[in-house]
């Protein structure tokens, strides 16, 4: 690694977790490389946002443009029972006075842009077609730069004190290091297209996001976007969706034809471009950091998204590893050690939300039953809903596991001990 070019930190994946991680180290002062190996705008799935999303977004200074966008404004979610019977819809001001309980419905291609524009403004220095093939090690182990190729097939390797993985789904560490462990009861797999003139809410509704079931605790998404689209997707078991057709047209046709709200509203619309799907769903790393290297986003940790957490969890994640990250290179030392509280706040977070998604799944659950034998978890409820996570939610989690069989914590995600930590311990 001789000659190469250094900076203070490599952010491998310009996505939100990537793209917020640079903006804020950037915003410290910090020399910041963001390695992306598509071109903006590129498509993305995962839309709807949570209202919690605005404290970071704030932070990175996007609020204005937000609002000044075509982003359709998201004041509610509401359910659709499998006969059509659609619930009040939840408000989020009703429950909390503040601009950020009204969020936004966004375009990803553009949001995504968005975002790494802004830490390209701060001072990131962004590199597009810029694909990291390999991490780079010391002789002890620690990560201390990456080796990237170009759109012609060319390598160069880029040096730094701290590299972060925000590859999203693509796990490169993840990956590379067979870190990647399912979550062994959500193994849902999702389907998903767009619609062009579907049906839509008039006034404070249009926007909303809604959950409409299906058989077996499968649900479809309905999400409003600009331009008169739509977008549609369904999540379910695979052998539930695959029974009969592995045609995603015809899997899509059968289960509008299980939902008459879902029926109804896009029948009156028009599908365009690709149906797309995904599998193996939700994963946790076995680590969050190693020396010199922090998982953030999707790279670390992906959760079902029926509760719209994802893009909230790589913001909040961006966030809290670069904050960590500068403390670190001020101390100047960057080991994982240093990321231990990273990775318990982040593990914490989620072990709340994989309650929720736990219970969700579960025959015969509802929120109404929890929340009506228990008011007082009311409050608690609405912020994990909201996304307001990085706090202590077991008398919420124990309320809930009086109607649902609830998952143990799971063990991983901390940062990797040093080499003989295991034996020195015994
Ligand atoms: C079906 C489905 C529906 C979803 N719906 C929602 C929703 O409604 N709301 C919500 O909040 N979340 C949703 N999500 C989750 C959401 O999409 C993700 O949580 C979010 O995009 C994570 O952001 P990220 O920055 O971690 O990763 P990404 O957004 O995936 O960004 C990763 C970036 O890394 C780049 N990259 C990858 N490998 C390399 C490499 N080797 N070198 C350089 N660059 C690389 C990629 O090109 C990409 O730009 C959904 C997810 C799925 C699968």
């Given at each position: 690694?001789?000659n190469t070019q250094a900076f203070d930190v490599i952010v491998i994946g310009g996505g939100p977790a990537g793209a917020t991680t640079a903006a804020i180290l950037a915003q410290h002062g910090?020399?910041?490389?963001?390695?992306?190996?598509?071109?903006?705008?590129?498509?993305?799935?995962?839309?709807?946002?949570?209202?919690?999303?605005?404290?970071?977004?704030?932070?990175?200074?996007?609020?204005?443009?937000?609002?000044?966008?075509?982003?359709?404004?998201?004041?509610?979610?509401?359910?659709?029972?499998?006969?059509?019977?659609?619930?009040?819809?939840?408000?989020?001001?009703?429950?909390?006075?503040?601009?950020?309980?009204?969020?936004?419905?966004?375009?990803?291609?553009?949001?995504?842009?968005?975002?790494?524009?802004?830490?390209?403004?701060?001072?990131a220095e962004v590199r597009y077609g810029a694909r990291a093939k390999e991490f780079c090690r010391d002789d002890n182990g620690k990560v201390i730069g990456v080796r990237v190729e170009n759109?012609?097939?060319?390598?160069?390797?880029?040096?730094?004190?701290?590299?972060?993985?925000?590859?999203?789904?693509?796990?490169?560490?993840?990956?590379?290091?067979?870190?990647?462990?399912?979550?062994?009861?959500?193994?849902?797999?999702?389907?998903?297209?767009?619609?062009?003139?579907?049906?839509?809410?008039?006034?404070?509704?249009?926007?909303?996001?809604?959950?409409?079931?299906?058989?077996?605790?499968?649900?479809?998404?309905?999400?409003?976007?600009?331009?008169?689209?739509?977008g549609v997707g369904i999540v379910a078991e695979k052998d539930y969706l695959f029974s009969g057709t592995r045609d995603k047209a015809e899997i899509l046709a059968r289960e509008a034809a299980?939902?008459?709200?879902?029926?109804?509203?896009?029948?009156?619309?028009?599908?365009?471009?690709?149906?797309?799907?995904?599998?193996?769903?939700?994963?946790?790393?076995?680590?969050?950091?190693?020396?010199?290297?922090?998982?953030?986003?999707?790279?670390?940790?992906?959760?079902?998204?029926?509760?719209?957490?994802?893009?909230?969890?790589?913001?909040?994640?961006?966030?809290?590893?670069?904050?960590?990250?500068?403390?670190?290179?001020?101390?100047?030392?960057?080991?994982?050690?240093?990321?231990?509280?990273?990775?318990?706040?982040?593990?914490?977070?989620?072990?709340?939300?994989?309650?929720?998604?736990?219970?969700?799944?579960?025959?015969?659950?509802?929120?109404?039953?929890?929340?009506?034998?228990?008011?007082?978890?009311?409050?608690?409820?609405?912020?994990?809903?909201?996304?307001?996570?990085?706090?202590?939610?077991?008398?919420?989690?124990?309320?809930?596991?009086?109607?649902?069989?609830?998952?143990?914590?799971?063990?991983?995600?901390?940062?990797?001990?040093?080499?003989?930590?295991?034996?020195?311990?015994?």
């Amino acid at each position: 690694m001789e000659n190469t070019q250094a900076f203070d930190v490599i952010v491998i994946g310009g996505g939100p977790a990537g793209a917020t991680t640079a903006a804020i180290l950037a915003q410290h002062g910090r020399s910041v490389l963001v390695l992306e190996k598509d071109y903006f705008p590129r498509y993305h799935v995962g839309e709807s946002l949570m209202p919690y999303c605005w404290f970071v977004l704030d932070r990175l200074g996007v609020i204005d443009q937000l609002n000044e966008s075509a982003f359709p404004k998201k004041y509610s979610v509401q359910f659709v029972s499998m006969q059509g019977r659609v619930s009040q819809p939840f408000y989020f001001f009703e429950h909390w006075d503040h601009p950020a309980a009204v969020t936004w419905q966004v375009v990803r291609s553009d949001f995504d842009k968005m975002l790494l524009d802004r830490a390209a403004e701060l001072g990131a220095e962004v590199r597009y077609g810029a694909r990291a093939k390999e991490f780079c090690r010391d002789d002890n182990g620690k990560v201390i730069g990456v080796r990237v190729e170009n759109d012609l097939g060319e390598s160069y390797y880029v040096s730094a004190s701290v590299t972060v993985d925000a590859t999203g789904r693509d796990a490169l560490a993840a990956s590379r290091n067979q870190w990647r462990i399912k979550d062994p009861e959500l193994g849902k797999i999702a389907i998903w297209t767009y619609y062009k003139g579907a049906e839509r809410d008039p006034g404070l509704d249009e926007a909303a996001t809604t959950i409409a079931y299906l058989p077996d605790k499968g649900w479809f998404w309905y999400i409003p976007l600009p331009d008169d689209v739509v977008g549609v997707g369904i999540v379910a078991e695979k052998d539930y969706l695959f029974s009969g057709t592995r045609d995603k047209a015809e899997i899509l046709a059968r289960e509008a034809a299980n939902n008459p709200w879902i029926q109804q509203r896009i029948s009156k619309g028009t599908q365009f471009g690709p149906i797309w799907a995904t599998g193996d769903f939700s994963y946790r790393s076995k680590y969050c950091a190693d020396d010199g290297l922090v998982l953030v986003g999707d790279a670390f940790a992906f959760l079902d998204p029926v509760f719209s957490s994802g893009v909230y969890l790589a913001l909040k994640s961006g966030e809290l590893a670069a904050d960590t990250i500068h403390a670190a290179l001020t101390a100047g030392d960057t080991s994982a050690a240093q990321f231990t509280k990273y990775g318990e706040q982040l593990c914490a977070s989620i072990e709340t939300m994989r309650a929720l998604v736990y219970a969700f799944y579960q025959k015969d659950f509802s929120m109404k039953d929890v929340v009506t034998k228990f008011p007082e978890v009311k409050g608690d409820l609405v912020d994990c809903l909201i996304g307001d996570l990085v706090r202590d939610f077991s008398n919420l989690c124990n309320a809930v596991g009086h109607f649902a069989e609830l998952p143990e914590h799971l063990t991983h995600g901390l940062p990797r001990e040093p080499v003989g930590a295991e034996v020195a311990a015994v």
